[in-house]
């Protein structure tokens, strides 16, 4: 199964992360499919590719609990309903 996980990466104490679509049996730091956006919990600053997850959403992507909050609060399960519907 393919998931939507968060990829750390920056130093000690100012760490960032990417949001990826992995295999789910893949380590937290392996290499992904593809990157589909990035989250900084300092600053909470975040940049997604909405088209790119919407396509991995459609094909049964499952998003880990932390990367569903960042989705929720982006309006992104919308519009995977509103495209669905069309």
Known sequence: M?????KRFGKKREAS?????IND???RDGR???ELGFY??????VRLDVEGIVKRLKQGAQPT?????ILVKANVFEQV???AAS
């Open 25 to 27: 049996l893949a380590r």
């Open 17 to 21: 992360y990417r949001i990826i679509a």
């Open 32 to 34: 992904p499919l593809e």
């Open 2 to 6: 393919i998931k939507l996980r968060l």
């Open 40 to 45: 900084n919990p300092r600053t909470d600053e």
């Open 81 to 83: 309903s509103a495209t």
């Open 65 to 69: 609990d932390t990367v569903r909050r």
